[in-house]
């Protein structure tokens, strides 16, 4: 089955600070997507994006699916960013989503 | 809130038991997924279900069943409950598969 890569697996940072994270798959996919657990355990879907940019707020994403990676970018990071961001890809649009291991970001005040 | 519901939110039971857990999908949602997330596995795949059918199974044990109901409910059964079982089990529902996924707030199963 399809592999997913996430990297780096822990992040800390000050609030204010800005920062990228990388998601890489091994083969094609035609579905991603991003999601933040929070500290009390709640998912959270981020982005829908299979290829292309998309912004929300702070937080915006990018990917590029003939190269294999996408990329969730977060500006001004908040203590409320803290948790685990997770990339989730399928290979068809309708297939299960594979998840990865996960991002652990820590937003020190 | 995503939407979606689950419960009961915590479960804890003994060895050799059997639990049920339930989620209702978003509104207007046909597609319902189940994920287990314990600390060293990360997040399995277990069954997905469109609109009643079985569309879709991951590392489903066959100690573990679920459907989906006519009103688009659905229910994981765990049986033979065993330590390793315990996680936090997460239902998910998007609106047709392959479109964006919105978790419940997950059950948490401590089998002891």
């Known amino acids: 089955g399809i592999q997913v890569e996430q990297s780096p697996p822990d992040l800390i940072l000050q609030e204010g600070a800005n920062s990228t994270l990388r998601c890489n798959f091994s083969?094609?996919?035609?579905?991603l997507q991003w999601f933040h657990q929070n500290p009390w355990g709640q998912l959270i879907n981020l982005f829908y994006?299979?290829?292309g940019t998309k912004q929300n707020g702070r937080l915006s994403a990018t990917t590029v699916a003939t190269e294999r990676y996408s990329l969730l970018y977060i500006s001004s990071s908040q203590t409320t960013d803290s948790g685990v961001y997770f990339c989730a890809v399928g290979e068809t649009s309708g297939s299960r989503l594979t998840f990865g291991e996960g991002t652990q970001l820590t937003v020190n005040p | 809130d995503s939407g979606v519901t689950q419960t009961p939110k915590h479960l804890i039971t003994a060895t050799g038991q059997r639990v049920t857990l339930r989620c209702s999908p978003r509104?207007?949602?046909?597609?319902v997924y189940w994920y287990q997330q314990s600390l060293d596995q990360g997040l399995q795949f277990l069954i997905q279900y469109y609109n009643g059918e079985e569309r879709a199974k991951g590392n489903i044990l066959e100690r573990f069943s679920a459907q989906q109901f006519p009103d688009l409910h659905s229910e994981l059964n765990l049986s033979s409950l065993e330590l390793g079982d315990s996680a936090l089990y997460f239902c998910a529902s998007s609106a047709t598969p392959g479109s964006p996924l919105h978790f419940g707030n997950g059950t948490r199963l401590t089998v002891t």
């Open positions: 083969d094609s996919v035609n579905n």
């Open positions: 994006i299979p290829s």
């Open positions: 509104s207007g949602d046909l597609s």
